[in-house]
């Protein structure tokens, strides 16, 4: 018997037992639901970690104007999270606070956006400095931030990738990589795993392989999915096969390097090259880690065999370093070099302006050259001289605070943390990943590994919200907690997100108990 049951039975013996202890209703609010846990004696609500911020008082919009305003003027599709949407007035280093003045541990960083901390001192300095000095003038003209910033990105790229293209989005910067990888190729199918996330615009939904964001429109001509070499969810896999302190509870004979499911899953590839594009291809896109679908890495050994067979065909290799680009991941800056492996293209954005809209495409100057030949290529925010200034702190920050060895220290303690809680959880079918990059797949038991279903995942998510910390989402069925702070976190906030987490996890049991 586990850890958490004996606390569930305890509880539940204590609530029999004291005529003075109400019993609690599953359909009770997150709020009624702690509290009864809080008056069983089952466990205390995790104490917050100190702040040395003061928010300013909310004097914006009310909140029911806000949702009127919302429902009224704004996108209907809804992304928002929880019944009740979050109203966030103010943000500093990872912690955010709402419009009730109530502090919110940020574990999920603005979708993996926030890389040094929300409102970093000087990224702050640096966006004030510009903006009295020059807001915008297009690349017609020259102005030292994109130059400096330039030489200073690419100081952190092997060679052969020097050449920039600065554009404002991550699915803009894949958006460009994909006609890259056909104007220099002459060839149109590009490869993506299932599972993949690489934007929304029209073209990169081809390449998007998540059920939620496509379309019954024709768009993304040319792309063809393969499958996810998923050592967890997939059919191969195991105890030896992925770059990362935990690995998966499923056992395999694989022998130090020689990875037996990255065979298997090469022989997939193969079989979508062989039958699902043409003889000659234009390119193939991966992840190092996938992102939106949980956290999902591969075999070790993989991305290397691929790569070669795509370039075998005539393609280009790219690797989208959207969320796992700048040190998020510790042992390396990018995440194709944990891969060992050189891609031809890589897209970036997102902690690239530590939320300030920018994002990169950088290649080899021979691929540079073919696309200038099929295309007078042009971006009129791109290299903007906000974004270059605040791309060159963030790089700063990067290396004087040493945040990519903390996300490296860090993120590996919050990992084996966390990987505790698969031991004692029989819902926490999975704890995976690398730096400050994890993903916490539920299941309904570990033998199935069906997933957990919606609703209980959104009231564990709720739950977590409740307590003070917020955490992402990921997944094909929406299944797996994604972990993704700013990399400027710290050991004591850690220790809180994992207790709140692993609070909730234990109401979850109590309730499952009634």
């Known amino acids: 018997m586990t850890l958490a049951?004996?606390?569930?039975?305890?509880?539940?013996?204590?609530?029999?037992?004291?005529?003075?202890?109400?019993?609690?209703?599953?359909?009770?609010?997150?709020?009624?639901?702690?509290?009864?846990?809080?008056?069983?004696?089952?466990h205390t609500k995790p104490s917050m970690p100190p702040c040395d911020f003061t928010p300013e008082r909310y004097q914006s919009l009310a909140y029911s104007r806000v949702l009127e305003i919302h429902k009224q003027h704004l996108s209907p599709v809804p992304t928002a999270y929880f019944p009740t949407?979050?109203?966030?007035?103010?943000?500093?280093?990872?912690?955010?606070?709402?419009?009730?003045?109530?502090?919110?541990?940020?574990?999920?960083?603005?979708?993996?956006?926030?890389?040094?901390?929300?409102?970093?001192?000087?990224?702050?300095?640096?966006?004030?400095?510009?903006?009295?000095?020059?807001?915008?003038?297009?690349?017609?003209?020259?102005?030292p931030p994109i130059h400096e910033y330039a030489e200073k990105l690419s100081a952190l790229l092997p060679e052969p990738l020097k050449v920039i293209f600065l554009v404002n989005s991550g699915s803009e910067a894949n958006d460009l990589a994909m006609l890259m990888a056909r104007a220099h190729s002459n060839n149109t199918d590009i490869i993506s795993f299932r599972g993949a996330y690489h934007g929304c615009s029209p073209y990169t939904l081809g390449l998007t392989n998540v059920g939620l964001f496509k379309m019954e429109l024709p768009s993304g001509m040319g792309c063809q999915s393969t499958m996810c070499p998923d050592v967890f969810r997939g059919p191969w896999g195991g105890s030896h096969c992925r770059d990362s302190p935990v690995q998966t509870t499923r056992k395999c004979?694989?022998?130090?390097?020689?990875?037996?499911?990255?065979?298997?899953?090469?022989?997939?590839?193969?079989?979508?090259?062989?039958?699902?594009?043409?003889?000659?291809?234009?390119?193939?896109?991966?992840?190092?880690?996938?992102?939106?679908?949980?956290?999902?890495?591969?075999?070790?050994?993989?991305?290397?065999?691929?790569?070669?067979?795509?370039?075998?065909?005539?393609?280009?290799?790219?690797?989208?370093?959207?969320?796992?680009?700048?040190?998020?991941?510790?042992?390396?800056?990018?995440?194709?070099?944990?891969?060992?492996?050189?891609?031809?293209?890589?897209?970036?954005?997102?902690g690239i302006g530590n939320g300030f809209p920018m994002a990169a495409?950088?290649?080899?100057?021979?691929?540079?050259?073919?696309?200038?030949?099929?295309?007078?290529?042009?971006?009129?925010?791109?290299?903007?001289?906000?974004?270059?200034?605040?791309?060159?702190?963030?790089?700063?920050?990067?290396?004087?605070?040493?945040?990519?060895?903390?996300?490296?220290?860090?993120?590996?303690?919050?990992?084996?943390?966390?990987?505790?809680?698969?031991?004692?959880?029989?819902?926490?079918?999975?704890?995976?990943?690398?730096?400050?990059?994890?993903?916490?797949?539920?299941?309904?038991?570990?033998?199935?590994?069906?997933?957990?279903?919606?609703?209980?995942?959104?009231?564990?998510h709720q739950d977590c919200k409740y307590m003070g910390l917020l955490i992402g989402r990921g997944g094909i069925f929406s299944q797996t907690f994604r972990i993704a702070p700013s990399m400027c976190i710290t050991k004591p906030e850690v220790d809180f997100a994992v207790e709140v987490f692993r609070s909730a996890l234990i109401q979850h049991m109590e309730r499952r108990a009634k």
Not at 340 to 347: G, R
Not at 396 to 408: G, P, Y
């Open 85 to 143: 949407p979050l109203l966030l007035s103010q943000g500093h280093m990872e912690w955010l606070f709402d419009y009730e003045g109530n502090r919110y541990l940020d574990f999920f960083s603005g979708i993996v956006t926030v890389s040094v901390g929300h409102c970093h001192p000087k990224v702050n300095a640096a966006a004030q400095k510009q903006i009295g000095r020059l807001w915008h003038t297009s690349t017609v003209f020259f102005h």
């Open 361 to 460: 495409v950088v290649t080899t100057p021979e691929i540079a050259k073919s696309l200038a030949r099929r295309l007078h290529h042009f971006n009129t925010f791109g290299g903007n001289p906000m974004a270059c200034a605040i791309g060159s702190a963030v790089l700063e920050v990067i290396k004087e605070e040493n945040l990519q060895e903390n996300s490296q220290e860090v993120g590996t303690y919050m990992l084996l943390k966390f990987a505790k809680l698969r031991d004692e959880f029989e819902i926490v079918g999975d704890v995976r990943g690398k730096g400050l990059m994890v993903g916490i797949e539920m299941v309904k038991d570990k033998a199935s590994r069906q997933p957990l279903p919606c609703e209980e995942v959104n009231q564990i």
């Open 253 to 350: 004979s694989c022998a130090p390097g020689c990875c037996q499911a990255k065979d298997q899953y090469i022989e997939q590839f193969k079989d979508t090259l062989s039958t699902s594009v043409a003889k000659s291809i234009a390119g193939f896109f991966a992840e190092p880690i996938q992102g939106v679908n949980g956290v999902v890495q591969y075999p070790k050994g993989f991305l290397t065999e691929a790569f070669e067979l795509v370039r075998e065909r005539g393609g280009v290799c790219i690797a989208d370093e959207v969320q796992t680009g700048f040190g998020r991941l510790g042992s390396h800056f990018w995440g194709f070099q944990t891969h060992d492996v050189l891609p031809d293209i890589v897209t970036m954005a997102k």
């Open 5 to 42: 049951w004996r606390h569930v039975l305890r509880a539940l013996h204590l609530e029999t037992s004291s005529s003075k202890t109400p019993k609690t209703c599953p359909s009770l609010s997150p709020g009624a639901f702690w509290t009864s846990v809080t008056k069983l004696g089952l």
